[in-house]
């Protein structure tokens, strides 16, 4: 029998506009989305503040930046499952006040604030480039965290950018190693890391080239 | 077409590309590390951008400018509170995914979208789309909005196409038994008629004359009186109902206001008696006078639903009484008025059918008053206006026209109960 062409809708890895916009339920999967943007969006905050107190001038400043853009982008993130008010001229001051705020939190970019703010805050502090790369990574999860629970779509989408994702880590590592090699230009370590550095290169670059083929298999 | 649906190619429609929001992220991460490196010095910045501009390598440089659309639009007349489908397919998208979804207009209810992947012929099935009107009237449906997106989501291409307008008619309230007059014009129908005639419901037993059709005599009849005897039918005869739909104001709660409880009430009883092939005229009592005369049929309920619904561009003020028109009033018709009674040439129309010897039955639906504070001003002007809504129905009640509540919630056969188990009598004119 043929299938119905309406059921396509089903897709389990659809992340539809409509299922975004309807009023209704917020689903329990984005939640669980919602949740894991606001720890990664923490661990990213704690992790480009601390240690706090070998920070250069305007860190504080930097670090209150980034927890306000870290709590709207939450919430921007929230808002995204739940349907607007219904707002007209004629509405109450305090729903008219309260869609003024919604929309505030809405429209305004909270998820890129907050990364100038974390680069900010990592490049204003003594940080070992370890300490740099690890906040790479917890970036990069987070923004993902951001993508998927503000489209509403299931991580195995993700699935077709796992070797980008691989090679743009690899090359994290890289830059991290490079950095260790700018500090300990001399003796057997230096030849190690340079070969290592090579490698991954050549890895990296292995992952790279076939673009045009990823995605669709 | 038969199913009363419209196909049309909607053509090639632009495509509007844009970023995402997904990849403004992953700019600003690719951005700011390397600005970062730069103005510090340190290399493991330019790391922790990498991530980010690798995935915006694989961003799509061939990308389709526009898309052929083919809607089949929903029907023409759709059913309040009923979904209706209606299908759209796209051709050309490529590689990419198409969303699909209906921006609904005020008024609508829209189902959930639908995905189409991106097929490699650049040919994709169909999918069906879905709305609901949740009220009656003349009104837009909304738009078809259609978002691209590529695998890895870094570009959305959006396109929004315009449904056409739809009459939406009003849900029929259930009437199950009609009024039937004692005297109906003579034309062939369904109703049983109290003069005899060559229908099949059984009215008697009389005596042969010479002419009768052999075929009727009633054998036991005649072998017990031992004469020749008949067996008579009663004739079979069809109405002339008018319905006025009092349009003139809209009171109450939406959804259950006089106006809803109007068209639903109208909508119900022209239904019911064009089914039983009665012949069904309309008055559209308004801000202008809209009207149609009796006439039986399909076509003639759509015709009657359409000024029912969409009321008139061209009728006139109903100013007077005497403007009511003869022609939408046949001699003999019944007469049945949905409305709140608040308007004062209705009141006045009601009279003047009645006196012009009509049967004339209204179904009072009003089932609010006017909101009141508390204070003893506003109680007298309510228990006044109470009084006044009172007296109305008692003056239309002395001169005969019989009033009966309804509250839009419950079928019309419960308040219809005492005239629909026997005949109105009509009295000789």
Not at chain 1, 88 to 91: A, E, G, L, T, V
Not at chain 1, 153 to 157: K, L, M
Not at chain 2, 57 to 60: D, G, K, L, V
Not at chain 2, 319 to 324: I, K, P
């Given at each position: 029998m043929k299938r119905p062409?309406?059921?396509?809708?089903?897709?389990?890895?659809s992340d539809t506009t409509a299922e975004r916009r309807q009023p209704g339920p917020v689903r329990s999967g984005a939640w669980r989305t919602v949740a894991a943007t606001a720890l990664l969006a923490a661990v990213s905050i704690i992790w480009a503040a601390y240690?706090?107190?070998?920070?250069?001038?305007?860190t504080k400043i930097a670090l209150i930046v980034a927890v306000a853009a870290g709590v709207l982008t939450i919430g921007q993130v929230t808002l995204a499952a739940v349907p607007r008010l219904q707002v007209?001229?004629?509405?109450p001051f305090y729903v008219r006040s309260a869609d003024w705020l919604l929309s505030f939190v809405r429209e305004i970019p909270w998820p890129e604030i907050l990364i100038v703010a974390l680069i900010v805050l990592e490049a204003l502090h003594h940080a070992q480039p370890w300490h740099t790369g690890v906040l790479g990574v917890a970036l990069l999860a987070c923004l993902f965290a951001v993508h998927l629970a503000e489209s509403g779509?299931?991580?195995?989408?993700l699935r077709a950018q796992l070797p980008v994702i691989a090679a743009g880590i690899g090359l994290l590592v890289l830059a991290v190693g490079v950095a260790y090699v700018h500090e300990v230009t001399t003796g057997p370590a230096y030849t190690a890391l340079r070969v290592l550095a090579v490698v991954s290169a050549v890895v990296v670059a292995g992952l790279v080239v076939p673009v045009g083929g990823w995605g669709r298999s | 077409m038969p199913d009363g649906r419209a196909q049309f190619e909607a053509g090639r429609q632009q495509i509007r590309w844009t970023l995402s929001a997904h990849t403004r992220r992953l700019l600003t991460l690719g951005i700011g590390g390397l600005v970062a490196a730069v103005i510090t010095g340190r290399p493991e910045f330019a790391g922790l951008a990498a991530p980010a501009l690798l995935l915006l390598?694989?961003?799509?440089a061939r990308r389709p400018g526009s898309v052929n659309m083919r809607l089949v639009s929903p029907s023409q007349e759709v059913v309040e509170g009923e979904n209706v489908p209606f299908r759209v397919a796209l051709t050309g998208q490529e590689v990419f995914d198409a969303e699909l979804q209906l921006v609904p207009a005020p008024q609508i209810t829209a189902s959930p979208g639908a995905v189409v992947p991106a097929s490699a012929a650049g040919v994709a099935e169909p999918v069906q789309l879905e709305f609901r009107p949740e009220r009656w009237g003349r009104r837009r449906i909304g738009s078809v909005e259609v978002v691209l997106r590529d695998f890895a989501r870094l570009t959305e291409g959006s396109l929004q196409r315009e449904l056409p307008k739809v009459d939406c008619f009003p849900t029929p309230a259930r009437l199950d038994r009609q009024i039937l007059l004692s005297r109906m014009p003579s034309r062939l129908g369904e109703h049983s008629a109290r003069a005899p005639g060559d229908g099949s419901e059984f009215a008697g037993v009389r005596e042969f004359v010479p002419?009768?059709?052999?075929?009727?005599?009633n054998w036991a009849a005649t072998t017990r009186r031992g004469t020749l005897h008949l067996t008579t039918f009663a004739a079979e005869r069809t109405m002339n109902v008018v319905i006025i739909a009092d349009c003139s104001a809209d009171v109450g709660e939406?959804?259950?206001s006089t106006l809803d409880l109007v068209q639903r009430g109208a909508a119900g009883t022209m239904a019911t008696y064009l089914a039983s092939r009665d012949r069904v005229g309309l008055i559209r009592f308004g801000s202008q006078l809209g009207w149609i005369g009796p006439a039986q049929g399909r076509r003639q309920y759509r015709r009657l639903m359409e000024l029912l619904v969409?009321?008139?561009?061209f009728g006139e003020r109903p100013?007077?009484?005497?403007?009511?028109p003869r022609a939408a009033l046949p001699p003999g018709a019944l007469i049945i008025v949905f409305s709140p009674l608040l308007d004062p040439r209705m009141i006045e129309a009601v009279r003047d059918l009645r006196e012009r010897g009509f049967s004339v039955l209204v179904l009072d639906v009003l089932n609010s008053t006017p909101r009141h504070d508390k204070s003893a001003i506003s109680n007298l002007a309510s228990r006044l206006w109470q009084l006044e809504q009172q007296a109305i129905r008692f003056s239309l009640t002395e001169i005969g026209v019989p009033i009966v509540h309804w509250d839009?919630?419950?079928?019309?056969?419960e308040p219809l109960a005492p005239y629909t188990r026997r005949s109105i009598v009509v009295g000789r004119r």
């Open positions: 062409a309406g059921k396509r809708a089903s897709n389990p890895d240690p706090l107190d070998t920070g250069r001038s305007g007209s001229d004629f509405s779509a299931r991580p195995s989408i | 390598a694989t961003w799509p002419g009768d059709r052999q075929r009727r005599i939406p959804g259950h969409g009321g008139t561009q100013s007077a009484v005497a403007r009511l839009g919630v419950a079928s019309l056969d």
